[in-house]
């Protein structure tokens, strides 16, 4: 079993959508949760963060976790052209630790 | 703030023949990472150094891969001989910037992307 599931896609919905992006990790010692967005031919970028389980709110974006259930999700609202990109689960153990294990990604293109 | 720089950005080479990649990361960040991205498939840790020790290599392919961060700043990761499952984005990513950043600041480069024919 992967450390990090997460739907590949890809994904296609039109501009304005409410976009879901789901993903489950196994190991309960992961304590931080993250969102990565990964453009064509670029590094992955940090988009949201979060240590507890909850929502956390930014702008368009929401990420939510559910500790209990090892679930992790993406809220992208009034989607937008440029939100095309893959869109990378990441967990952590030990913030200081650093070390990061990656989910595969999904693919999301918003059609205009 | 300058971003962690690689080159190159491509490179197309035979099998069985070798490649370096080179890395420098943001300027005070003490930890420095390789990873290898298959397409369709997240990052996947090499290596992990803190200043120059190695912290993590245990995803080391050894036989043919190695790295090395000589003084603590950049690095270089070598593929030698290269094999066709080998082709692969390589990024290389750093962190250790203030514990008020989120996650220290952790940065990835661009990535070189290889073809191995």
């Known amino acids: 079993q992967k450390e990090v599931e997460q739907d590949p896609g890809p994904l296609s919905v039109p501009e304005g959508a409410i976009v879901s992006l789901n993903c489950t990790y196994s190991?309960?010692?992961?304590?931080?949760f993250m969102w990565y967005r990964q453009y064509s031919r670029k590094g992955p970028e940090l988009l949201m963060y979060?240590?507890?389980?909850g929502n956390k709110e930014d702008g368009r974006f929401t990420a939510q976790v559910d500790k209990s259930s090892k679930y992790i999700s993406l809220f992208i609202r009034d989607s937008q052209p440029s939100d095309s990109a893959t869109y990378l689960c990441?967990?952590?153990?030990?913030?200081?630790?650093?070390?990061?294990?990656f989910g595969t990604g999904t693919r999301l293109t918003i059609i205009p | 703030e300058a971003g962690v720089a690689q080159s190159p950005r491509y490179k197309i080479i035979e099998k069985r023949q070798s490649v370096a990649f080179w890395c420098n990361p943001i300027s005070g960040h003490a930890t420095l990472y390789w990873y290898q991205q298959i397409l369709g498939q997240g990052p996947k840790l090499l290596i992990q150094f803190q200043n120059n020790g190695v912290v993590d290599d245990s995803q080391l392919p050894k036989d043919r891969f190695s790295a090395e961060r000589l003084k603590g700043v950049d690095s270089t990761l070598k593929i030698q001989p290269a094999k066709l499952e080998d082709s692969a984005v390589y990024l290389c990513?750093?962190?250790?910037?203030?514990?008020?950043?989120?996650?220290?600041?952790?940065?990835f480069g661009s990535g070189t992307r290889l073809t191995v024919v």
């Open positions: 979060t240590y507890s389980s």
């Open positions: 990441v967990v952590g153990s030990n913030f200081g630790n650093e070390k990061l294990t």
């Open positions: 990513a750093s962190s250790g910037g203030p514990t008020r950043s989120p996650n220290y600041g952790y940065t």
């Open positions: 190991n309960s010692a992961f304590q931080y």
